[in-house]
């Protein structure tokens, strides 16, 4: 059953309003929880650590896709053109048994000379970014409701496809938090901007205003820059136009990947959505290669395309007789406001010494998940 059919009530039928019912009751226990947390930490009850480097929290107020990897990325690449010594912590939600996750696979081969850490215990991953490799800035990912780790810099990505899921917590809507826990944020960046018309763009500033007042805001776009396959093969974007394709993805929120596509010029045949954060087991893949291939006999050739942290887990050029490409995303900030965003970042620079030139550093793989709590 599709999990957001439920809440934004496309989904109709006596059992999907009772379920829906019992989603919202289920709401009510988890607000009580998220409150009294964030009640502690601002109280001062629970402790919050401060690193002895600066730290960078990339974060969202929904659960699911709103594009952090890539804002993540664009992120490690400045710090590293500033030749700073960067590392990325996270919890490594969903890892495998090497201990990595499909945001590590997918960053790794983006950022092959940024260390990325993954523990359930970020502090204790921190640390270990800052003893052992010596690195001289943080960059935490999904990390707006983790607070026990202090930040300098705290942004909140709001995906304008799905701003604020829904209008309800966790499990009735997709927010993680009510909307006022924004006020916490340094700045907001509205991602997949050019998704929406202008009046959805209007609504969302008016929230925001509402609710963060203080906080600046700024606009970026995804933007597809090409494809590749898993023999990291480079294929530019006009390659596809024309072409039929069957589009699959595992992330949180895949409407806007497949609604890029079409924009891309290709002719899409089917879509289909995976849980996110797929697996990608044996029973998964070899129902992708049935539809693949039905697919196949009833419209000719065709391509299998899927999205980068897909592609990263399949490690397969073909499924079946299928060839299968992946989609490049960037981000892009609106030109108007991205010096906002860059100043709000070197400001956090500012007291980092660079009296020596910082070497690359070494490239490790991602820690497995240790001990610890969230």
Known sequence: MNYRAILDGSRCGLGTSLLRFLLRLGSIPYRLAVEVRNFAYDAGWLTISTAEVPVISVGNITAGGTGKTPVVALLARYLRRHDLRVALISRGYHSDQTGSNDEARELSFSLPDVPHLQNPDRVAAAQVAIDELEMQILVLDDAFQHRRIARNLDLVLIDATCPFGYGRLLPAGLLREPLGGLRRADLILITRANRVDRTALETIHATLARHAPQVPVISSNHVPIGWIDDRQQHFDLASMRGKKVAAFAGIGNPVPFFESLRDLGVELVASRALPDHAPYDRPTVEELIAWLEQLR???????????????????????????????????????????????????????????SPSAAPPHVEPFAAGQGTH
């Open 297 to 355: 006999r009833e419209h000719g050739p065709l391509v299998a395309v899927c999205t980068h942290k897909d592609l990263v887990k399949l490690r397969t050029t073909h499924l079946g007789s299928i060839p299968l490409r992946a989609l490049l995303i960037e981000i892009e900030l609106a030109p108007d406001q991205a010096p906002l965003f860059w100043k709000a970042i070197d400001r956090v620079l500012e007291p980092i010494d660079r009296s």
